[in-house]
């Protein structure tokens, strides 16, 4: 009689991520899973797709900067009368977290942008998985907090400087139910420009700011920041990052359409006006906020561009429609919250500042930070 020989073998249990092989377009469908690809979701013919403009702001937010929020896009509305979007990427230093509920009650996505925006950039390159968590998943649950807005409001991710940290910033957003990053720009993927895709399997979107992901993660979204050209035909993933730049407000105009008739006339992908509020301040720039003011006026009657919050371009991602279908939706929703505010003086332990929080919650007992993000 024969005897079984049992082998037992040892299994090392490991967190290491399976590495993402070359996507499979038949395997990889939407609603939940895009290969990495200029081709237009749902098969769309470019003139039957919804034309997406977003302009976003990073870094906090406060009373200097929320005047020129106020004055450049609160009221606007698309052509189909839906209120026009903003994406806000807020970090958590001096940011007035009354001044997020405002922005946030005013129907303007708040997406995350670290707790630390630490300046050492090899911090972020080097950054591990428990860094990303104290930096996005906690920053969450503190902006949540202390702007007294929904968790699940808050999507999105933008890296400081734009500095890929590998794969532990999407491993926690997988984590930490965020749904997708904007800081991963494309100079090689802009005439056909890239649309957003998944990270399911391995992305062939070119790496600028290395180190890219590598990893499989599925679910989570890349919304490629597809760069402008500057006056020299140079790439700039950031509007202020651009070098050879005008000096007028209708040189201005004519630059911010050229970039965009890139997109409008090409497939369509998402059109990015990415910017920090300074650029396009009255009292810094005139030329430049006129001109985006003058580009905004315009895109705000036509019958295929809208200017959404970067969310709900996933969500269209996801289930395409084609733009007559798309202006009739119903125009996005948000829960109203209240702001009972608070302002206090805190004591931070990392640096031993002490910050006015300007809040809509009780006072914290320290500055929060890294590691403590609602200063318990
Ligand atoms: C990301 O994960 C893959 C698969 O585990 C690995 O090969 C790669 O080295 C990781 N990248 C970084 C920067 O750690
Ligand atoms: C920058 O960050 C890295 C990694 O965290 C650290 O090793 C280095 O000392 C820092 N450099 C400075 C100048 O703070
Ligand atoms: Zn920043």
Redesign the pocket.
């Given at each position: 009689m024969r005897s079984a020989i049992v082998l037992v073998s040892l299994f090392v249990l490991t967190v290491?991520?399976?590495?993402?092989e070359p996507c499979d377009e038949e395997a990889c469908k939407l609603p939940d899973c895009r290969c990495s690809s200029t081709s237009i979701p749902g098969g769309l013919a470019a003139r039957d797709t919804p034309q997406f403009v977003l302009l976003t702001f990073d870094d906090a937010v406060n009373i200097i900067n929320i005047e020129t929020y106020r004055d450049v896009i609160y009221n606007r509305r698309n052509s189909n009368s839906c209120p026009a979007g903003v994406t806000f990427y807020v970090n958590h230093e001096y940011t007035d977290y009354q001044l997020v509920n405002e922005l946030y009650n005013h129907g303007f996505e708040i997406a995350l942008h670290s707790v630390s925006h630490m300046t050492n950039q090899t911090y972020w390159q080097e950054a591990s998985y428990d860094d990303m968590v104290q930096e996005l998943g906690e920053q969450v649950v503190q902006m949540s907090h202390f702007a007294n807005i929904p968790t699940d409001s808050i999507k999105g991710v933008r890296l400081p400087f734009l500095q890929m940290?590998?794969?532990?910033s999407f491993q926690v957003m997988a984590d930490y139910n965020l749904e997708y990053d904007c800081s991963w720009p494309t100079v090689s993927q802009i005439n056909p420009g890239l649309w957003p895709y998944t990270l399911d399997y391995a992305s062939t979107q070119d790496c600028i700011i290395?180190?890219?992901?590598?990893?499989?993660v599925p679910g989570v979204w890349v919304l490629p920041m597809v760069t402008w050209r500057d006056l020299n035909n140079n790439p700039c993933s950031m509007v202020d990052s651009c070098l050879a730049v005008p000096s007028t407000e209708e040189e201005w105009f004519q630059l911010i359409l050229s970039n965009f008739e890139r997109h409008y006339f090409g497939n369509r992908a998402p059109f990015g006006f990415y910017i920090h509020e300074w650029y396009i301040r009255e009292n810094v720039n005139p030329h430049v906020g006129r001109a985006l003011k003058r580009f905004l006026d315009l895109i705000n009657n036509l019958y295929d561009v809208f200017m959404v919050n970067s969310q709900e371009v996933i969500d269209w991602v996801k289930n395409p429609v084609p733009v007559n279908e798309y202006a009739q939706q119903p125009c996005r929703t948000y829960v109203p919250t209240m702001c009972a505010p608070a302002t206090c003086p805190v004591a931070a332990e990392h640096n031993l500042n002490v910050y006015w929080m300007s809040i809509c919650n009780v006072c914290p007992r320290v500055y929060p930070w890294l590691g403590n993000p609602l200063g318990q």
């Open positions: 290491a991520q399976e590495l993402a940290t590998g794969n532990a290395p180190p890219c992901p590598t990893a499989s």
